[in-house]
């Protein structure tokens, strides 16, 4: 079975801070990722990764670029799953951060330094590299 999602990272405009969710695993622990979600019907990427933080953290944006593409496999209801999460870099424009969405525990702005060490999956501290790479050439 395959299923495609997208998300990303929500910078704010002076690209110091970004917004990760919290959601509790299956012992308890608060566990750290970028908001993503399942495309809907008729959605592009770029529309479900702005949907999805929206309801995920109540953070309005934009997409500035993409930033790259994870894949994983995952046992779910006794199924295997193929999944894929299209990233994004998104702009914050507004909204108030909100952990209103039933799917996510916490919500909170993370100064970028310390995202890696508050992020729970490898491949998303990769791309979070990346992006700081990014943005530190733009200022160049």
């Known amino acids: 079975m395959n299923e495609t999602s997208a998300g990303g990272l929500v910078v704010d405009p002076e690209r110091e801070h970004a917004v990760l969710i919290g959601r509790l695993d299956r012992q308890g622990r608060l566990l750290w990722s970028l908001p993503k979600?399942?495309?809907e019907d008729g959605e592009t990427t770029e529309q479900t990764a702005v949907r999805e933080v929206k309801e995920e953290t109540g953070i309005t944006a934009h997409v500035l670029h993409p930033l790259g593409t994870i894949d994983y496999w995952f046992v779910a209801e006794r199924r295997r799953v193929h999944k894929t999460v299209h990233h994004f870099v998104l702009e914050a424009g507004g909204g108030e951060l909100s952990d209103e969405d039933v799917e996510v525990?916490?919500?909170a702005w993370v100064p970028l330094p310390e995202l890696e060490s508050r992020l729970a999956y490898a491949d998303e501290r990769?791309?979070?590299?990346?992006?700081?790479?990014?943005?530190?050439?733009?200022?160049e």
Do not use: C, P
Request: glycine share 10%.
């Open 37 to 39: 979600g399942h495309i």
């Open 105 to 107: 525990t916490e919500v």
């Open 126 to 139: 990769k791309l979070v590299r990346k992006a700081r790479e990014m943005f530190e050439g733009a200022t």
